[in-house]
Structure formats: structure tokens, C-alpha cells
């Protein structure tokens, strides 16, 4: 029980850095744009980007369950290098989670890149800094407060992900079984203890991720 338990946790912690990591690979240079560029379209994308916020993870799970299909695109060029289809994989479930959980991290880049006042970056370039340069040295500093308050708080929705998770990658025990999907069979078999149990488990990894947010955040003051 114990090994089983370890790897629940350790399963929802990868799949959170994961999920994290991938969302925030997205969201860093779509936010940038949307904040820092005026084009055609702009307003197109940024419904696009909250659109997971309204919709239910399940239909989120399941659209990409189809677009994970060898039937598509997408689906069919991964089984084509791969040989095998992405989808009923942990893989599958972080990204899932990293779709869910997307509204969240870019808006709070967007905020982070807000607080930029456009002046010092319009002197910078009147000074012949490149835009690369820029970038790392001028806007991430001004902004980290809203970039690292959106890494955590994509860590810590991506950690508790049930709807999505469970569509498109399953509730396999040993391989996709997370504490959120673990939480679910156990609430299916009226399994009393193992519900305290896990449950208690997913609490700390909560007040973990809600501590470690507010204790980084009140270092960048």
C-alpha cells in the first residue's frame, strides 16, 4: 500500500511539472505577443486562450482525445514517428491538464508583462539593445512576480486535474492512476479509508503549493 501510495503521488507530481512546463512554453511567448503586439486577429486568440476556463475538463478530455486520434492530424503524424498513439498515457493526462490549466498561467503573464512601462523599453531600444536582450534583462525581471505566480498556480491546478485527465488518459493503475483518479475509484467502490487517505494526501500537496506560492511572492516584493 505504501509503494502504491508513492507512486499516486509521485505520478500527480510529474504530471503537474509536466503539465507546467509545457503550458508555460506556450503561454511565455503567446503572452508577450498579446501584450507587447497590436495585430489583426488579436482578439480571436484571446478568446481562444480563455476558452478552457468555460468549457467542462470533460469535453476539454475528449476534444483532445480526438485530435490525439491516428484518425487526425495530429494523432497520425505522432503514430507515424512514434509507432505507438499518445493518448491513455501520463503524457496524455499532463497535457490535458496543461490545456485546463492554460487560461490561468497566461493570464498572469499577461499581468507580468502589463507592469512593463513601455517607456524604459522604447529607451532601450533608442540605446540599440537588441530585442533578445531586452527581454531577459528588462521585461522578465519587471515581470517575474506574474510569472512565477502563474507557473504555481498552473503547478497546483494541473496537480488536482480530474475531468480532463480521466477522458483522455484513463485511470490505469501503475501507469496514468494519479491521487485525483485514484480518489475517484475509491469513491466508486465506497472505500472509506483508502477516500481519507488519499485524500489527505492531495490536501498537503494543496496547502504545499499554496505555501510555497505565497512565500516566493512575498520574496520578489
Known amino acids: 500500500m505504501i509503494f502504491e501510495d508513492i ?8 504530471g503537474a511539472i509536466f503539465s507546467t512546463i509545457f503550458a508555460s512554453f506556450l503561454a511565455l511567448p503567446l503572452s508577450y505577443i498579446l501584450v507587447f503586439k497590436n495585430f ?9 486562450t480563455i476558452l478552457p476556463l468555460g468549457l467542462p475538463p470533460v469535453i476539454t478530455g475528449y476534444l483532445l482525445l480526438i485530435i490525439f486520434s491516428p484518425n487526425y492530424l495530429i494523432g497520425a503524424t505522432i503514430y507515424e514517428i512514434t509507432g505507438s ?8 493526462g499532463s ?14 503573464f499577461q499581468l507580468g508583462f502589463s507592469s512593463v512601462d513601455k517607456n524604459i523599453i522604447y529607451a532601450a531600444e533608442s540605446l540599440g539593445m537588441s530585442k533578445l536582450l531586452i527581454f531577459t534583462k528588462i521585461i522578465l525581471p519587471i515581470s517575474k512576480r506574474g510569472i512565477y505566480a ?6 497546483a491546478r494541473s496537480i488536482s486535474e480530474f475531468g480532463a485527465t480521466i477522458v483522455v488518459a484513463g485511470n ?3 501507469s496514468t492512476q494519479n491521487l485525483s483518479t485514484s480518489i475517484y475509484s475509491s469513491i466508486a ?9 488519499l485524500s489527505s494526501y492531495s490536501a498537503i500537496l494543496a496547502i504545499l503549493s499554496i505555501s510555497i506560492h505565497n512565500y516566493l511572492l512575498s520574496k520578489l516584493k
Open 7 to 14: 507512486l499516486l503521488i509521485y505520478n500527480s507530481i510529474r
Open 40 to 48: 489583426k486577429g488579436k482578439s480571436l486568440i484571446e478568446f481562444i
Open 85 to 92: 498513439t499518445i493518448a491513455f498515457t501520463w503524457v496524455a
Open 95 to 108: 497535457i490535458a491538464a496543461a490545456v485546463v490549466s492554460f487560461p490561468l498561467i497566461i493570464r498572469s
Open 150 to 155: 502563474g507557473l504555481l498556480i498552473c503547478f
Open 172 to 174: 490505469m493503475p501503475g
Open 189 to 197: 467502490s465506497l472505500d472509506t479509508n483508502s477516500i481519507l487517505r
